[in-house]
DNA sequence: CTTTAGCACTCGGATAGCAAGAGTGCTAAA
DNA sequence: TTTAGCACTCTTGCTATCCGAGTGCTAAAG
């Protein structure tokens, strides 16, 4: 079932042809792009081969060939280049990352409009389930008479606040009680471990206050169980349309909609699947979700501390440039994890001043 | 220069149409629509004086007629009814506005979502430049040795936080007393105000530390001056697609990779030019932005505390149902102001009318 | 002076037919 | 196995034609 060499040669310069161009590609064409020394007619035959066994399809009997799911897939697996980034690009990925994601909640949007900046695809970036994400640290601070802002920062180094007012006046010495009390009783615990018992308790050892422990811990607990559900971000959808298979603003239409639903594509991705490569790619219906079916989506992932994983990727059509896209997805991953490596481990590289 | 009632009743009777079914109105529609008792024939004469005078367009020829923008205008400012919201409809948008506005900094991005899904047209927040904004506290919070998260709450309530390293182990006692210093040396002041002076005379006090005063402050200032900046943000821009003018890809993608470059949209809104009313109209033409000069926008404004003001809009082609979007918008608008009213005043100043 | 009926006219949109061009598949020979 | 040649298919673009909606105008009626 191996192809020959020659069959792989115009297979590749028929999806590279049709990735550049978006035009179905006929013999000749191919006798230039391949540089083979066989006639069109001989080239013909081959493409009867690879239509046959499905790595090509043709639109219309008398249209040129485009490459199949399967043929792309082949592609993938076989055929391509692994594409280098320049120089170029690596710096502006770098500068972007340093620029631009300094408060860690805010990288997975920033990621995101970069990504697709970066590649003119569609792109979502995905925080992965930070199950047993605790509470490091609570910090309460006056507005005014009757309300405080409650700020919780997370072992993953995510920040959350909330305006929470009162019915009462409060004082300063009272909040900084609390605070002590609640950096005591519930830093470090999990979502399960936030027992409403635990509360009764401080929430006694609090004295007077009107259940302003239970307040801002459930507050906590709101954000522990948001960090539990995956964040979704998605950029840059207006990219579609950059794209002629996009023309129909019907399908346009359709996938922008259900890029929308971040949830529901978050459901849709394979994460598990990811397995120990960084990267993967799902071409057509190797996607399992309904409205993905005629595109591609391009995944990397990246570490983001113990040894949980985020996974960022864009969407396009099924004529993609993979080994671009591949190639820049995956070092901006890296960027991610190092990112979020240098919060954890100890020594890394100075920060620069300005 | 008056129209009489009759013409009045005529372009009411168009333009509701028009927005309704975006296809050309002709005489005998009109008929029904408006309810006068008189014949195809004076309607046609009535329609040639109005497109006469400007306040209607012909496709061409052979067609009916839709309003031009001069039309619209007159719609809105004198034939219009106010829109009343359905109590579901409040509902729903208080709802929303409780659920979802816990983060003042997350605000405008969940308003611009909420408004987009609501009025089914691309949304647009942005939260004034606060010229005069000031840090109202700090905290530093330790995150290993050598690495601590920045906090900083401005007098707006906005809190931003930033990952710190260093190339030295830090701790606890240390940090304390940075952070008070800070909160006595730089809290209150305006951009302005941090002058180098004041930090070197900090440093100085704060003794050893490795510049930290400088790294926190001027992460503090680069807080302070985005503000400065109006923030934009964005959202529901593929509910372009859902409106028939804009079937044709290149027109939606045009407007849809304008709406994208945020800051050339703040830039072009005319914010003044609210002035005292709530909210404002720009029909086709009156927008200064070359890339909205045939679609409208409704603004409506909000306020943000300190006498500083935040917009909020939406986007659409001329024929856009104004009423309800205006209705809508102003309606959420002023929750916002409340929102972030109730953050500032006790009651002090009340509520400003109409 | 305003309204109306009647009618010719205009224009866009849909449909069909036709010619050109691209690309194939097949056959028969090299 | 490769190649040349050729008939065939199907798309695309163009033109012609028809249909209908809606107008604008005129002349008569209120």
Redesign the interface.
Known sequence: MELTERKKKILRAVVESYIRTAEPVGSKAILELAGLNVSSATIRNELADLTEQGYLEQPHTSAGRIPSPKGYRLYVNELMQEQRLSLEETRQINEALHLKM???DKVIDQAGRMVSQLTNYPAFVLAGNARRATI??F?L?L?????F?A?V?TDS?V?????I?LPVDLSEPQLQLLTTLLNTSFVGKTLEELTPELMRVAEHAAGSSYGLISLVVSFAMEVLESLGHSAVATA???HI??HPE??D?GK??KL??Y??EEQALAQSLPLPALGDENTKILIGPENVAEELKDTSVVLASYDIGDGMKGVIGVVGPTRMDYAKVAAKLSYVADGLSKLFG???L???K??K??
């Open positions: 300094q408060e860690l490091r640290r910090e601070i507005v005014d008479g009757s309300s802002i700020v920062l180094n920040v959350r606040n909330k305006l007012r840059g959808t207006s349309l950059d996009y023309r603003v346009a239409q922008m909609s890029l929308s240098q919060a954890e100890p020594p890394g100075p920060e001043e300005e």
